[in-house]
Structure formats: C-alpha cells, structure tokens
C-alpha cells in the first residue's frame, strides 16, 4: 500500500510540474510577444515624432527666412528714408554718434562724431557744422565727459553752454537738439567711477535746454539695459538702437 501511495503522489507531483512548466512558457511568451508589439509601437511612435519635428523645423526655417527677406526690405527702405529725412541736418557727438557711420545708416557729412570725444574738444566738428549751414544740429555728448568731469556736472555743464551758444551765435536759423545720455546695464555703470552720474548729467542738460531755448531729447524710453540690447561693454547699443534712435530724433524735429 505504501508503494502504491508513494506512487500516487509521484505522480501528482510531476504533473503539477508540468502544469507549471506550461503555464510558464506560455507568460514567457506572452510577455516576449508583448514586448515585441510595444517596441514595435514605440519604435512606430519615434518615427512619428521625429517625422513632426523635421517639419515642424522645417516650417519654422521658411518663416524665418521669409521675415529676414521682409526685414532686409524694412531695413533698406528705413536707411534711403533716413538720408532723405537728414540731407539737412548734422549729428555730432562721441563714439555713441559714431556708430550710426559704422552701421553706415548716415553718410559721414550728416554724421560729425568722432570716438572719445566730449564737450570740451570737438571744436573741430563745430567748425565744419557751422560751414554746413543745417537746418538742425543734434548734439550727443556726455558719456565721456562723466569721467573726464569726474561726474561734476556744474563743469560738464559749463562746457556745454559753451558749445551750444558758439552754435546758436553762428547758426541763429538752426534748431538745436540735446540728447541724454544713453542708460547703461549694469555692467556698464559698474566699469566706470562716475558712470553712474548719467541721470545727475541728463538732469543738468533739462535745466540748461529750458535756460537756453533749445529742445532736450530723452533716450531713456528707447533702450532700457537689456544687456542683450548692448555690446559687450555694456555701454554702447547694438544696431536695432539706431533706426529707433534715428526716427525719434527725425520725428522731434518734424523731418
């Protein structure tokens, strides 16, 4: 009898066994069978997705391109439009000035600006304004003049008047026009001691316009010290300042 339940149970066991080596292969192959679909579907997914975003850049590219193609025909529009609103009219001042020739937006008889100058030693460019008998001066000093006055704007001040009346007393028909200094970025200010006197200077320049009859032009609206709106120096503005520049001081004067 014990043989013949030793037997039994041999038996039940094995094929339990093989009920679960059954069940076993089967979920293997289930589930390798799964994951082959769900890879196939990723891998289908993938496809889709890179398929979108290669056309997606695509259109992208093109839009650019066509407002590049529209922007260099804004661009070339506003450049003939400033040398007609300028044939008589002269722009002196410091490297600030200076860079409406390097982007050559202005021919060099509208523009008289030579780097590093200040109040105090650009008699040469007054002379050859007064030669130039304008209709308008628009004057830009001041940037250099902070550190060279040592952010005294009493003497800053001083320099200018004397300008300004050199020009009024040769020029009586020309209108003149006085543009603030233009705001720095942080970086800016902190690269000079007296950097930081500007709006001490620009509030000077409003006083001494309104004593002596002439028009006060404030930049600050148009350039806020954005440092991606500035070059490295964070001082001097890169080239989308000047067409904005250029058509407020126009639009000041009436041209």
């Not at 200040?118 to 940037?143: H, K, W």
Request: charged letters at 25%; proline letters at 3%.
């Amino acid at each position: 009898m014990k043989t013949v339940k030793k037997s039994k149970i041999f038996v039940v066991g094995l094929g339990c066994c093989i009920v679960i080596i059954f069940l076993f292969y089967n979920i293997s192959h289930h589930f390798r069978s799964t994951s082959k679909e769900v890879q196939l579907g990723i891998s289908m997914l993938e496809q889709e997705q890179n398929k979108s975003v290669s056309d997606a850049q695509k259109h992208i590219k093109e839009v650019e391109n066509e407002l590049k193609k529209e922007k260099n025909k804004e661009a070339n529009i506003s450049m003939a439009s400033f040398k007609n609103r300028y044939q008589n009219s002269v722009i002196l001042g410091d490297s600030i000035a200076e860079a409406i020739l390097d982007y050559r937006i202005l021919p060099k008889n509208n523009v008289l600006a030579i780097r590093g100058r200040r109040t105090d030693n650009s008699q040469d460019e007054i002379n050859m304004a007064i030669s130039l008998v304008p209709n308008n001066v628009f004057l830009c000093y001041g940037m250099n003049d902070l550190p060279y006055c040592r952010g005294n704007e009493k003497r800053f001040i001083e320099q200018y008047k004397s300008m300004i009346l050199q020009l009024k007393n040769a020029l009586p028909s020309t209108r003149i026009y006085v543009n603030s200094i233009v705001p720095m970025t942080k970086k800016g200010y902190q690269s000079g001691k007296y950097n930081k006197k500007d709006k001490t200077f620009n509030e000077a320049m409003k006083r001494m316009c309104k004593e002596l009859g002439v028009v006060y032009l404030d930049n600050d609206y148009l350039i806020d010290g954005n440092a991606s709106d500035y070059e490295c120096d964070g001082i001097h503005p890169k080239y989308n300042f000047y067409p904005k520049w250029l058509n407020y001081m126009a639009q000041s004067a009436g041209i």
